[in-house]
């Protein structure tokens, strides 16, 4: 300011121009001054001409001139100036420079001329004075000074009391004592007291006491006194000493403040008569003593809680209540009242909320109102508040409620009027209030019903002017719900009343507000005042109590003790009780049941504690192995699905929360949905269904709900409405449903960084599931126009939402239903009364109208050219129809209908049960079976209409100008897969698809091709399907199979169902003719080739999975395999097979990982009882040939015909024969044709038998229990195992027995073959050995099965060298054969099918070409003897090399032990051996099948050496007949069927590998 008042250009030119600027703007500021403005400028402008001259920037006479000119500009200008001078005085006497201080005495010595001294002696400092020389001495200065200010403010003036009269006093007392109720004012009465004064010589101190003592006891004439002592007292100061020694008076102990006394206080404190900090320093306790106090409260609460909550020994407790004893005795001393609290409830009470709102913020929070009086006051305070505008908007209708009287005080705080008037001092005084609100039930109502006043007018509030006032006051409103409603609700001692009104406020929050509000009770509320501590203690302990006696028995006694308990404290009770269920998930029944008390605040309390606890950060969701979901989230699930359904709790929390979790990527609480939809809307998803339940899936509603699931949930319909509400309301449904879809790939692409394969696939089967599941919910309880308006066109989901194609569908497919059947009935309501087959056209017309634009739509989903084999129409067809459109399952309608009719009749017939409730019973069962035969009647109508428009559609369905090939990998790629593993209906749905589409006889739809894909390449499927899928697709092979079953068992159905079909239509291209190309039906017998090497490709693609060691394919192929087991396996040797892998497994996974050695043991188990059903390969696809001739023939693999001229393939453009199984051993080509002619060589079983007709096993079984000799055989067929001393006796009853087999082979073999074909037996065997080499042009695939022809070749040599009758292998053939066994284990899976199953045969009916073709099977054996030596040689000796060093010791040793028995089985080889080769065809190609017995490698080590030797003897033998030899060979496979069928588990084993070894070589 200095330099804006005097700037260093006036200074310099001061003469010329400064002094008379400065004059001016001393001049203009003194005119404000005039106008109100403040002395300051003026004093600032003096200061800075004054310092000016201090410093010698201006002579002191100028200084001094220009000074005395502005004398003339106020009066009080040397007053002003006097100022200046004692601020400049204080700061020269501080500076070292000395002549600036001589400058400041000159001036002011020049002043002295117009600046009194009088004026200057009062302001400035002594030594100032003296140097002016206005005083002599300053320190006689001094002195006379504190003479002065003793005299005038210490020394009292002394009176004459005795001159005062008692009278005056009396009349005094009179005075004021007298009735005031006529004319008498103050006025008169203290003029009165004047003269009483002066008459009579009274203190006026001690008359104005005698007013106090005589006003408080006269307090209710508050006017008159007010206005006498306001016009009696001089000074407040006075009035409030006077008052501070009545409270001291009562500041002892023991003593007690009057009431009166705090309220002529409080009154005069209204009135502005004494000052709150005057009179506050007079009461007691102190401040700090307040303070003190309320920290000893906390902590003894604390203290208090922790007892509570800790376990304490008993001998603790009592040392305890003695300290407790204790302190209550201590506290017998009271101490004085609070007469600060006394004097805020006076002031309440007389509604000054000024100086009671002083009083309270100098105390900590809540102190003063958690004393009740106080609390009390303020309520009622509140009451007188908030009663006008209760009366207009918050009394109930038919309420009367209490009158209030208001106060008669003017200055008290002005009722509300309206909700905009609760912001005055309403808000605030709740505010103070806080929890202590509980000691007035009906002021809390009253604040509650305020609340929901609110609400409803804020909700109908529009306009933003009104909408920012609104949102002020819902704010203010939340604040009060939070500090005040709740925490003096949990004060409260279980007031279900005010619960309830409470939550009619609550609800018209939205959840979120409710949500934070429940957040803030549980977390912070509890903590922020000593009583609530205590009270949440309570709680945990009550509720503690409870949980340690809750069961099943004592749910209602417990229940109404929770519900009590609720009432007040829902947040800490659930919030124990959920940390129980957590832990103890068999406690999740009994608390659902006993929580039927709570209200309706207290359920959604429980919702927001169940998401709360569902969301702790601070717990794991993952075990901690990582691959499963941890078990408190599962209990937490299951309790959020219980609950839910049992009670009405708003749903919208919980599912925006799972909504939030999947926005994050989150997939683990799909859980939660998963559950709640299953307990609300009775939809449970699981891939564990039985044939039936899935049968009755694929009906109707009512079918579904009665026969579709494990539980019966019954009374889903409002849950169910209840949810469908929420999800609409909230528009959760589709976001949910996206989600849900793209969170399934994020499961594997974005969550599975560091997460183990099992958890990962475990969550995209639950993402998947739950997908599932709430897609049927939405689709059965949504309407039309609902679900219509919510889910988008297909393109949109696919193209802009990034929706699978599997998932879209099905999202869309229900909506395709609405439609179509809602244009439906429009057209039929257009035409009333018309005919069946006019309605189906009408059907038709719907349907083209509503999938058109459908298949414009699903152009856009793949490129351009996957149109060019399948078309629009096709693929929208398959994808938008479902099990309900196909098939109408009367089976389970009648099932359940049966059911219904035997509930009806055991009601009847149960005694116990009432009349009435018979009667109800016998409606609802009779209601439902009319139900359920409607239904029937209803989709049965439907599937015709959808089958009848499918006829009409199948001609434009697949395109002509592709090949079946592309048209199929394209049907498989894009449609059969993705569907049969989304869902097990979706499953049985393609295959029945299939099935149908075959029916339909649909051009360019190749059936066989379209099987043979699904089943010749499983691995890579198997392999990538995650638990659940692994159980789809199995069902969906299951279904495939059944259908192929059915067909393969029964020539009638073939012949009926496929004969003439398109679909079994192959274009075959004979070896014989050049190009020659013909199109013909696949004949029954071909298909059964087929049909078995389906089979033999699911064997190898199970054995490749089971050997992989990897825990997912052996888990997923498990899966399937228990899947299909009903269809498969039907062979006995591909059955034994895969019983050998899995004992495997369940030996080496017992340890490392139980849950696949379950599964093992599980499918084992299975596996054995289904082993009677098994059937031997040639009753499987071997067949009699309508004639005898066999035509030598190159074979193909793949499907093919019997009984041609000439052996065929099918075409390479249908890519089945070239795609199928190549595995074949060359060992096949050599091998001869058996006595039906098949295309397949005939496999062995493990055993060692060839596979016999059920017909002979039937016989062998009557023959075995009469003979009675079951042991003995045993003991002589197991010399591997059975000790010396009982090969000895096997022997000699090896002897005994020998004839009577014999006999008995040769009458079962006449018995059991019809005579016809005994005939041509005969006819046959004579060419046996030349046809045996037949068949040498079979493709084989090199790199797989290099070994195996090696193996296998030098196995024929064995055979042939036997019948040659000379010895060429100069080692032992055992170690020939554990050589090639070793091999054959290995290599397994390059190892092609046991059989020529897949070939494609010709044979003809023409006898002309039989003698020309038995010629050159002839020649051909001839011609391959040659080159079979060399390669034998070469293999034996590279054989010997390998295993001779290791085997030498053993093979001695079984020698000796087995040599009686390989003389006396001489005379039987060489028939057998004929017999191998003469009806046996393929006997060593169990090589080459994955059937291994599952035997110890020693014992199978030991049977071979044994075998071995046996054969040496045998080679030595002269050949026997073809007759004999095929009488030997079933004489054998008797005694071995007879073994199999006595033997224990391990001797049985033994010795089928035994037989098997003997057969082999």
């Known amino acids: 300011m200095a330099t804006l008042i005097l700037p260093g250009e006036w200074v310099k030119n001061w003469e010329k ?47 001094a001139s220009v000074l005395g000119e502005m004398m003339e500009l106020r009066d009080d200008m040397p007053s002003i100036l006097a100022d200046v001078f004692s601020v400049l005085d204080l700061e020269t006497v501080a500076l070292e420079e000395k002549h600036k201080r001589d400058h400041y005495i000159q001036l002011v010595g020049a002043c002295l001329i117009f600046v009194p001294d009088a004026i200057l002696k009062e302001r400035l400092d002594p030594e ?277 009287h208001p106060l008669k005080n003017k200055r008290a705080p002005k009722p509300a009027e309206s909700f905009e008037d609760l912001r005055r001092e309403t808000f605030s005084m709740l505010g103070y209030l806080g929890p202590h609100l509980a000691h007035d039930p009906i002021l809390f109502a009253k604040i509650v019903r305020l609340g929901k006043a609110f609400m409803k007018e804020y909700q109908c509030s529009e306009g933003l002017d009104i909408k920012d006032t609104m949102e002020t006051l819902l704010s203010c409103f939340l604040s009060i719900a939070d500090q005040v409603l709740l925490p003096s609700l949990s004060l409260m001692e279980c007031n279900a009343c005010m619960s309830e009104e409470l939550w009619g406020f609550f609800k018209l929050f939205p959840y979120h507000h409710r949500y934070r509000l429940y957040g803030q009770w549980k977390n912070e509320t509890y903590s922020s005042h000593p009583l609530l501590v205590k009270v949440k203690a309570q709680t945990v302990e009550g509720a503690r109590y409870i949980m340690k006696r809750l069961t099943k028995e004592n749910v209602k006694q417990s229940g109404r003790q929770i519900g009590k308990l609720s009432h007040s404290n829902p947040t800490i009770l659930f919030d124990y009780m959920l940390s129980q269920i957590q832990w103890y998930d068999n406690l999740i029944g009994p608390v659902v049941d006993s929580l039927k008390y709570l209200t309706s605040l207290n359920y959604d309390v429980l919702a927001y504690c169940i998401i709360e606890a569902l969301a702790n950060p601070e717990k794991e969701k993952m075990k901690h192995d990582d691959t499963t979901i941890s078990s408190w989230l599962q209990s937490l699930a299951s309790l959020c699905g219980a609950v839910f359904r049992k009670y009405p709790i708003e749903l919208a929390g919980l599912l925006q929360y799972v909504t939030n979790q999947l926005k994050a990527g989150k997939s683990f609480d799909l859980l939660i949905l998963k559950e709640v939809v299953q307990k609300m809307a009775g939809i449970e998803v699981t891939d564990e269904m039985t044939s039936e339940q899935l049968e009755a899936m694929t009906g109707g509603e009512q079918l579904k709900a009665e026969g579709g699931y494990f539980g019966q949930i019954r009374n889903t319909k409002k849950s169910s409405q209840r949810l469908k509400d929420v999800l609409l309301d909230h528009e959760l449904a589709l976001p949910l449903c996206v989600l849900m879809v793209q969170q399934r790939n994020g499961v594997v692409f974005l969550e599975s960084g560091d997460k183990d394969l099992k958890l990962v696939g475990h969550l995209y089967d639950q993402c998947h599931d739950t997908l599932v599941q709430f897609g049927g919910f939405l689709a059965s309880n949504l309407s039309t126009e609902d679900y219509i308006k919510r889910v988008p066109a297909i393109d949109v989901l696919c193209n802009q939402f990034h929706t699978p194609h599997d998932a879209a569908f099905f999202l869309s497919r229900p909506m395709y239903a609405h439609q179509i059947s809602s244009k439906y009935d429009e057209l039929k309501k257009a035409e009333k009364g018309s005919r069946q087959q006019q309605k189906v056209q009408k059907y038709v017309a719907a349907c083209e109208q509503v999938m058109t634009p459908v298949h414009e739509a699903v152009m856009s989903l793949h490129p351009a050219r996957v149109w060019e084999d399948l078309r629009p129409q096709f693929y929208a067809t398959f994808w938008s129809l479902t099990m309900y459109d196909l098939a109408v399952p009367h089976a389970a309608y009648e099932r359940e209908v049966n059911k219904l009719k035997a509930q009806i009749k055991a009601i009847d017939e149960n005694p116990e049960i009432p009349m009435n409730k018979k009667k109800k019973e ?269 035509t030598p023939a190159s074979q193909q693999n793949g499907p093919g015909t019997t009984g041609k001229p000439a052996t065929a393939m099918m075409k390479g453009e249908d890519g089945f024969s070239e795609d199928g199984d190549r595995g074949k051993d060359k060992s096949q080509t050599t091998k001869p044709v058996n006595k039906a002619n098949t295309a397949a060589a005939k496999v062995t079983t493990s055993n060692g038998n060839g596979a016999l007709n059920s017909i002979k096993t039937i016989k062998e079984r009557d023959d075995k229990e009469k003979s009675g000799k079951d042991k003995k055989e045993k003991k002589e067929k197991t010399p591997g195992t059975t000790p010396e001393t009982k090969a000895e006796a096997r022997r000699e009853k090896l002897r005994e027995e020998r004839a009577g087999k014999d006999e008995r082979a040769v009458r079962e073999g006449k018995e059991k073959t019809p005579k016809a074909d005994r005939d041509k037996v005969k006819a046959e065997e004579k060419n046996k050995d030349d046809k045996t080499k037949a068949g040498n042009g079979e493709s084989v695939e090199p790199s797989r099965e290099r070994d195996a022809i090696k193996e296998s070749k030098s196995k024929e040599k064995g055979d042939r060298s036997a019948v040659a ?197």
Request: with cysteine; aromatic share 6%; proline share 4%.
């Open 17 to 63: 121009s400064g002094k008379h600027e400065f004059v001016q703007l001393c001049k203009r500021l003194t005119e404000k001054i005039d106008h109100g403005c403040q002395i300051k400028d003026v004093q600032a402008a003096l200061y800075e001409l004054c310092w000016q001259g201090v410093q010698g920037n201006l002579k002191l006479d100028l200084v």
């Open 128 to 404: 100032t004075l003296e140097s002016l020389g206005l005083i002599k001495q300053a320190h006689q200065f001094n002195q006379k000074i504190v003479k002065i200010k003793t005299k005038l403010f210490y020394k009292q003036q002394k009176f004459n009391l005795l001159r005062e009269e008692n009278e005056g006093y009396a009349k005094l007392i009179t005075e004021l004592g007298q009735d005031l109720s006529g004319n008498i004012t103050s006025h008169i009465v203290l003029e009165s007291i004047k003269s009483l004064i002066g008459c009579f010589n009274l203190d006026p101190n001690r008359v104005l006491d005698i007013i106090l003592e005589v006003y408080e006891s006269r307090s209710d004439q508050d006017d008159f006194f007010l206005s006498l002592i306001k016009s009696y007292m001089c000074e407040a100061l006075t009035l409030c000493h006077i008052l501070g020694f009545k409270f001291k008076f009562y500041q002892e102990p023991n003593e007690e403040t009057p009431k009166s006394l705090y309220h002529i206080a409080a009154a005069l404190l209204h009135h502005n008569l004494i000052e709150l900090e005057d009179l506050y320093v007079h009461l007691l306790p102190l401040d700090s003593a307040i303070v003190e106090e309320h920290k000893l409260v906390i902590s003894e609460a604390k203290q208090i809680a922790r007892k509570l909550v800790m376990v304490v020994v008993p001998s603790d407790k009592s040392e305890d209540k003695e300290k407790e004893k204790e302190k209550e005795e201590e506290k017998i001393a009271q101490p004085p009242d609070n007469q600060k609290l006394g004097l805020l409830e006076a002031l309440l009470g007389i509604g000054d909320w000024h100086h009671a709102q002083s009083i309270m913020d100098q105390m900590p929070s809540f102190y003063a109102t958690s004393h009740k009086f106080i609390a009390l006051a303020l309520c009622q305070l509140l009451h007188l508040t908030v009663e006008p505008l209760y009366r207009t908007a918050g009394l109930p209708k038919g309420a009367r409620g209490c009158v209030m």
């Open 922 to 1190: 016998k409606e609802r069962c009779t209601a439902l079976q009319e139900k359920l035969q409607e239904e029937e009647k209803k989709q049965q109508e439907h599937v015709q209409r959808v089958l009848h428009r499918l006829k009409l559609e199948k001609d434009k369905w697949l395109m002509t100008k592709s090949t079946k090939n592309e048209t199929i990998t394209k049907f498989l790629q894009l449609c059969l897969f993705p569907r049969c593993i989304f869902s097990s209906i979706d499953a049985v749905y393609c295959a029945r698809f299939v099935e149908l589409v075959h029916q339909q006889m649909t051009p360019n739809f190749c059936t066989l091709l379209c099987y043979d894909r699904v089943f010749s390449a499983i691995i890579y499927t198997v392999a990538s399907c995650t638990e659940n899928e692994s159980h789809r697709y199995g069902r969906f092979l299951c279904c495939m199979l059944e259908t192929v079953t059915r067909w393969h068992s029964d020539r009638a159905v073939y012949e009926k169902e496929c004969g003439n079909y398109p679909g079994f239509l192959t274009i075959l291209r004979a070896s014989g003719f050049d190009g020659g190309q013909q199109a013909n039906p696949l004949d029954y017998e071909n298909f059964r080739h087929v049909v078995h090497k389906w089979h033999y490709m699911l064997t190898k693609a199970s054995v490749h999975c089971l050997e992989t060691g990897d825990y997912t394919h052996i888990r997923n192929i498990l899966i399937v395999l228990i899947k299909i087991l009903p269809c498969y396996p039907k062979v006995l040797n591909l059955g034994q097979a895969l019983e050998y892998r899995v004992h495997k497994i369940c030996v080496k996974e017992k340890e490392k990982r139980p849950d696949l050695y379950a599964l093992a043991m599980g499918y084992s188990g299975r596996l054995k009882s289904q082993k009677v059903r098994m059937v031997p390969e040639n009753e499987f696809h071997h067949k009699e040939p309508p004639a005898r001739n066999v």
């Open 1365 to 1561: 009758g000379c010895r060429k292998s100069p080692v032992p053939r055992s170690d020939v054969a554990d050589t090639e066994r070793d091999h054959k284990r290995r290599k397994l899976d390059s190892h092609s099918s046991p059989s020529h199953s897949s070939s494609v045969k010709d044979n003809s009916n023409d006898p002309k070409e039989s003698a020309s073709k038995h010629h050159l099977n002839y020649n051909s054996v001839a011609r391959s003897k040659s080159r079979e030596r060399e390669l034998e040689k070469n293999e034996l000796e590279n054989a010997v090399g390998r295993c001779k060093e290791k085997k030498e010791e053993k093979e001695r040793k079984e020698r000796k032990r087995d040599v009686g028995v390989g003389e006396r089985e001489v005379s039987l080889e060489p028939k057998r051996r004929k017999d191998e080769n003469g009806t046996n065809s393929s006997k060593n190609s169990q090589c080459e099948s994955p059937c291994d017995s599952p035997l110890s490698v020693e014992k199978e080590k030991s049977k071979r050496s044994k075998s071995s030797s046996k054969e040496k003897g045998d080679s030595a033998k002269p050949e026997r007949t073809s007759t004999g030899g095929k009488k030997e060979s079933r004489h054998d496979k008797d005694k071995s069927e007879k073994k199999e069928k006595r033997d224990s588990s391990g001797g049985k084993e033994e010795k089928k590998h035994h037989k098997s070894s003997d057969k082999h070589r």
